[in-house]
């Protein structure tokens, strides 16, 4: 089972796109930065391609890379791209709160997103 039907069964609408299954080098993190730097512009890139609003990791050494790494990533004026464990979207969906999830703790702020989404909702 891939991950888009997981995304779909937390509410989220999965988006189709070339990277989704590359690694950011997380074993580089420390020793080649700039291989990782350059690993991770071009899956946050390809993400926004395909019309993501946020990425959804399940390895930790991903989430460190695209979250952490993204000020050094988007330094040509891109928006940065909020990263998400698939187990925080889990939680979402099961109504937790972003506080209880440590969201607010990631280096790429996903609350304008989460805004966006709950005023969407709303209006539905």
């Known amino acids: 089972m891939g991950s888009a039907p997981r995304i779909a069964a937390a509410g989220a609408t999965p988006v189709s796109w070339n990277m989704a299954v590359e690694c950011c080098g997380g074993a580089f993190a420390i020793s080649r930065t700039s291989s990782v730097v350059r690993l991770g512009r071009r899956i946050v890139a390809d993400a926004r391609a395909h019309g993501a609003e946020a990425i959804a990791v399940a390895c930790p050494l991903c989430h460190s890379n695209l ?7 988007t330094r040509r004026g891109e928006e940065p791209l909020p990263v998400l464990f698939i187990t925080q979207l889990v939680g979402l969906a099961l109504g937790l709160s972003e506080e209880e999830l440590g969201i607010k703790r990631h280096f790429v702020d996903a609350q304008p997103l989460l805004a966006a989404l709950a005023a969407s909702e709303e209006g539905d």
């Open 67 to 73: 979250d952490l790494r993204q000020a050094a990533m």
